[in-house]
């Protein structure tokens, strides 16, 4: 079974300074998508940025992007010029490419983004 | 575009109570999935349908009951509630095989006393 793993709790990150979480995943599968998702305190999930496994090139969204390290099987996020808007929790997911419909998702980085 | 909306926002339950979460999309998307977020714990998919008139079983099923009667709508029911079920609730849909991205309803706070 596949599974997810984000080791930090809680992060914090001084404002316009870059920042990574970190996000390992354990699958068998070649083919399979990953996610990092923000959560703001008003509870919305938002997409932040998308991974296919496929893709070598690391996906960039504005001040997001990530370090896909297939082989390694982790998928950290750096954030760029943190903004206080930053702050919320993030959380990694993994998608299989086929077969189950089902997203795991890990259990959260908390991010702090101090002034 | 109302996108994905769950009704209610918040709800109170005395332990034994039953009801009815709604989540609704108008983006006709095919999947729409039910999870459960409790503190260091992560979303937990409870159940998910892959299209009108299915559904499956997640990782956390037990106590809960859904239906997908209608393509936009996908039910989450409590036959009797406990106060382990006390969560906060996630809707969430995908439009189908090829698009990944899951949009999310802004949660449902369930408190079961």
């Known amino acids: 079974a596949q599974t997810v793993t984000q080791s930090q709790p809680e992060m914090s990150v001084q404002e316009a300074e870059t920042v990574t979480l970190s996000c390992t995943y354990d699958?068998?599968?070649?083919?399979?998508?990953l996610f990092w998702y923000k959560q703001p305190p008003s509870r919305q999930m938002i997409l932040v940025i998308r991974q296919e496994a496929y893709k070598q090139q690391n996906a960039t969204e504005n001040r997001f992007s990530v370090n896909f390290q297939k082989a390694a099987k982790s998928f950290s996020l750096k954030i760029s010029d943190s903004q206080l808007g930053d702050a919320a929790m993030y959380f990694c997911?993994?998608?299989?490419?086929?077969?189950?419909?089902?997203?795991?998702f890990g259990t959260g980085t908390r991010l702090k983004v101090l002034a | 575009n109302a996108g994905v909306t769950q009704t209610p926002k918040f709800r109170v339950l005395k332990t034994g109570q039953s009801m009815t979460l709604l989540c609704a999309q108008d983006m006709n998307h095919e999947y729409m999935y039910w999870y459960r977020q409790d503190p260091g714990m992560g979303l937990r998919l409870i159940h998910y349908s892959v299209g009108e008139g299915t559904t499956a079983k997640g990782e956390v099923p037990d106590g809960y009951n859904v239906s997908r009667l209608k393509k936009q709508n996908f039910l989450l029911g409590l036959e009797s509630a406990a106060p382990s079920q006390t969560s906060v609730y996630f809707c969430?849909?995908?439009?189908?095989?090829?698009?990944?991205?899951?949009?999310f309803g802004p949660g449902t706070r369930l408190t079961v006393t």
């Open positions: 997911a993994y998608r299989s490419g086929s077969g189950t419909y089902k997203y795991i």
């Open positions: 699958t068998s599968e070649s083919d399979y998508y």
């Open positions: 969430a849909s995908s439009y189908s095989i090829n698009i990944y991205e899951q949009y």
